[in-house]
Structures are given as C-alpha cells and as structure tokens.
C-alpha cells in the first residue's frame, strides 16, 4: 500500500504559525524568509505576531498557509534526509493547497508559489464586490441533494443569481458558494429538506463559483509568466479527482479550479483506488485529517506541523 501527502487549504491559518517550527530548524526558517523576499512583505512577521484580521486577509492567508506547509517539507527533507518521492506516491491539496502540493513536488519554485498565491488571493478577493457574495456549510446532505438545492436557491432570485456547491469536503458536508440572497435561499432550503445545519461561512468572498470569473482570468495570465515542471509525484487535481502530471494540464486545472468544485471527497476516494492507505496533512491544523476519517475510516490520517509532530512522523516513516 501506498502514501500520499496532502496539503491544507484556507482556514487552516492562525496566529503563531510557524513560529515553533522556525525556532527548532533552520530549514523552515529559510522557508520563510524566502517567501517574504519572493513577496517583498514580512509575511512571517504577520503569521508570527498577527494581527488575526490581516493574516486572514484573502491575499495573505493563502501565501502564508503554503509557506507553512513548505516549511515542514523542507524539514523533513533536511532531518530526515528523504524526499516526498521516496516516500509517497501522490500529492494533493486543499484548493490553495493544490499550489503547496505542486511546489512541495517541485512544480513550482518556491518563490513561484508564494507569488501566484499572493496574485490569487487578491484577484479572488476582487472578483465581487464585498457583500455581493457568500458561502454556507450545509451539514447532513450530500452531493446530488445540495446540488438540487442550489439550482433551486439561484432560479428563486430575480434572475441571474449564482448559487453553486463550491466544496464537497466529506459525506454530508457539502460547501455553496453565489449570490448572497441565494446563498441565504440555499440555507433556508437546506433545513427545510433535513439538513442537520446550514449555516453561513465567515469568509471574505464567494470562492469556488462563477462569480470567480475575473479571479480565473487573472490566473490564466499569471500561470501562463511562471514555469512550471512535471511534479516529481502526480498531484490529484480538485478539479478532475484524478492524478495529473503534465503542465500543460496543471496549468489548465488551476485556471479551472478557481471557479470548480473542489471534488476532496472524490480525490481521497481516488487515492484510495490506487492503493493509497494513508494520507499525511503537512502544514498547520487538521483539517485535513478530520475530514479523511469522515470519507473512509480504513483510511490512515497523519498530520505534522509542530516539531513534535514531525519528529513523530520522521519515525513513523
């Protein structure tokens, strides 16, 4: 059987991280001064200190939960003297934590990814105007019947409402994204068709829907200045749920992904089908882990993001 590494998407980020990886190694904290030169901001500074309301700014989350991720790679690649190839056999992430995955399997330079992060975060966040736009958990129903609902949600609107499952995380905890009235109508018919909650997510702009349109054109032209290489391990792509390797087509998907679903359920499902037993959640929190015990408990869930954990994981592997 067979490992795959995976990556953390937005939410994931807190006061604070990093800060212990970065006084126990010298590889991490060559990570992150790497990517505050790429970024020509002290984004560490800010991951460290806060404050909370600007780390969670769209822009600097998504460069900083990579940068986090990053660290605990080149960790373990310098404490443990292996690379991700030696040891996996697959990689995916988290929406943003697809752009980890890519740079964690050499796809990306690092630099690469910490701009294209900070580029996608702020067109994402520029793509609505703020307010025009939601996103809420539906917990309890699946796929087929939140997609039901949200085309209801959208034709109830005045006409030319978005309103779309934007994240199937795990059974029966399925994301909307759109229009903040349908989003809302979404809700209400949520609870009306069993939904054990439905509840508004606190985020900054309806990511993963059409109304992404304008973020999706800015990362086609932004992928199209950087190069990238095949990934030394295919990266499961949230777009199609399947393993990718050529450029051609990486390049395609991310453009793709920004207004996709994120198919998480499918792609762990997928790994599963080619004999991945074990997935291990590099970067900060355990998102991740939590929801691979929900689409499969046969599954195997690590984590690293603190010294302890990656001195755990060094041993396990």
Known sequence: MAKAFVFPGQGSQAVGMGQALAEAYPAAREVFEEVDEALGQ??????????????????????????????????????????????????????????????????????????????RGRAMQEATPVGTGAMAALLGLDLPEVQAIAAEAAAGGAGGEVCQAANDNAPGQVVVSGHAAAVERAIELAKEKGAKRAVLLPVSAPFHCALMQPAADVMAEALEEVTILPPALPVVSNVLAQPVSEPVSIRRLLVEQVTGMVRWREGVLAMKGLEVDTLVELGNGKVLSGLTRRIDREMESLNAGAPEEIEALLKSL
């Open 42 to 119: 002290h984004l560490f500074r800010l991951m460290k200190e806060g404050p909370e309301s600007d780390l969670t700014l769209t822009e600097n989350a998504q460069p900083a939960i990579m940068a986090a991720s990053l660290a605990v790679v080149r960790v373990l690649e310098s404490e443990g003297g292996f690379s991700l190839a030696d040891k996996g056999s697959y990689v995916a992430g988290h929406s943003l934590g697809e752009y980890s995955a890519l740079t964690a399997a050499g796809a990306f330079s690092l630099a690469d990814g910490a701009r294209l992060l900070k580029r």
